[in-house]
């Protein structure tokens, strides 16, 4: 297949699990994934905006469809993968499983967890016409649809506080040189240069996906997905690893990073009180900032850009990483009733006008097509034309390496990250631990 595209680890945060919608116990019951014939079951990620917006999105179906109904249950992010993995090994997994395609979705086809939809959405063209085409990369198994795409566009974003640069008098970076010239002014001024929820591990590979792009272009991960044999061991992949761990040791990052969870927003936290200069993050962040950054957002003060090029690099700046689409699977342990439950769901609720025009008030971009019309009675329609415009024109949209992976590499990868940002193994230690699980 060609470079994957497909999803990022999305927003993170919350108290969960909590349950919303149709009562029930959710995870037991009569059936698999629980609830009774007219009642399908449904497991997503807890943080605002984004739990309300799916919470909405459910009792809007309950209300039109009284006789097959879902219940919600909310998880913080790393809890969420641990309960689905293990229920779905279990056979209890809910009906419809929230996820983020790629190589987690292709274990549950594999073990023949998930339905195949692809003759679904042949006899529904008019919602796979609605949605855009890049969403179905991580969707699609051996040339098949095992999931809905649905939710937002979420490229990641290089996020920068303009307070902190007017006290030291600088512009945003135009190049990764630029990066590694502000890292001593900041830290001169007593600013951290980035923020960085580094203990969550994932926060920290969206700097690897970016530099790994920039400087060799998306075949250089290409390889490793595909299988090759060493391709972790390619020169610019060794370089790539290099030039992170300069930013570490020019200490490029809040200290203590290590030990900041993304799941807690305090990544964020850092940037909108002005103790860190510049994030690089989901665009999801942007609607949480807005809400809970006082007039960080609404004063002018964040700016946001895609991430800079690399001097003598191959790969196109216009190229993105991320998430440009959340998917949904439905259980192959379901009952009749439950999985035409879920399909009403998909055609109807979950891509529904007033969805569209609920991802937008949070600041985000709905993978709708057409979606952009709304943009304009935004208050946040500068940042929503400029997530369009990534996703819209970016070359390659490069999926998110932990779930382009198999569940068993994509474990060891985050693990040698975290080793890696720690400074406990070198490029050539990395590339070693992960040549082994290639193909795995």
């Known amino acids: 297949m060609g470079v994957p595209l497909g999803a990022a680890l999305a ?45 909405r999105t459910i009792e809007r179906h309950n209300k039109a469809n009284a006789n097959g109904t879902i219940t919600g249950t909310t998880f913080q992010n790393d809890a969420f993968k641990t309960k689905i993995k293990t229920a779905i090994g279990a056979g209890q997994a809910p009906t419809l499983i929230w996820g983020w395609g790629g190589g987690t979705l292709r274990s549950y086809v594999q073990a023949g967890q998930v339905d195949d939809l692809t003759d679904w959405f042949e006899q529904n063209p008019a919602v796979k016409d609605k949605l855009f085409p890049s969403s179905f990369g991580a969707a699609t198994i051996d040339g098949k649809i095992y999931a809905m795409p649905c939710e937002t566009l979420q490229p990641i974003v290089l996020y920068y506080d303009k307070r902190a640069f007017d006290k030291i008098g600088a512009q945003p970076p135009q190049t990764w040189g630029d990066i590694l010239d502000l890292v001593p002014k900041f830290n001169a001024k007593g600013i951290a240069p980035f923020s960085l929820g580094g203990q969550s591990r994932w926060t920290n590979m969206m700097w690897l996906e970016f530099l790994f792009d920039r400087i060799g272009g998306p ?31 020019a200490d490029g990052f809040v200290k203590g990073f290590s030990s900041i969870t993304a799941d807690s927003n305090a990544d964020q936290a850092l940037l909108y009180t002005g103790k860190a200069a510049m994030m690089l993050h989901g665009g999801w962040t942007y609607g949480s900032m807005k809400a809970d950054g006082g007039d960080f957002v609404s004063g002018g003060n964040l700016g946001y850009m895609n991430f800079p090029p690399v001097d003598g690099g191959k790969g196109d700046p216009g190229n993105t990483v991320g998430n440009p689409g959340q998917y949904i699977s439905i259980s192959s342990k379901a009952t009749p009733e439950q999985k ?14 007033t969805a569209v025009k609920e991802w937008v008030g949070t600041g985000a971009v709905p993978i709708i097509k057409g979606a952009d019309k709304e943009f304009a009675n935004s208050e946040d329609k500068d940042f929503l034309g400029f997530v369009y415009n990534i996703a819209v024109n970016a070359k ?45």
């Open 340 to 353: 035409e439950i879920a399909k009403k769901f998909f055609a109807g609720a979950l891509i529904d006008d």
């Open 11 to 55: 927003a993170c945060g919350g108290t969960g699990p909590t349950q919303t919608g149709a009562g029930g116990d959710p995870g037991a019951g009569a059936t698999a994934g629980g609830g009774g014939a007219n009642s399908a079951t449904y497991w997503y990620l807890s943080t605002q905006p984004q739990e309300g917006v799916r919470t």
């Open 219 to 249: 075949e250089v991960f290409q390889a490793v997905f595909d299988g090759e044999k060493d391709a972790w061991s390619n020169p610019v992949a060794i370089q790539a690893l290099g030039e992170m761990q300069k930013l570490i040791k």
């Open 396 to 440: 390659t949209f490069g999926q998110s390496w932990d779930q382009a992976l198999s569940p068993t590499a994509a474990e060891v990868l985050l693990d040698n990250i975290a080793k890696l940002f720690q400074l406990s193994i070198s490029p050539e230690e990395f590339a070693t631990n992960m040549n082994a699980v290639i193909g795995k």
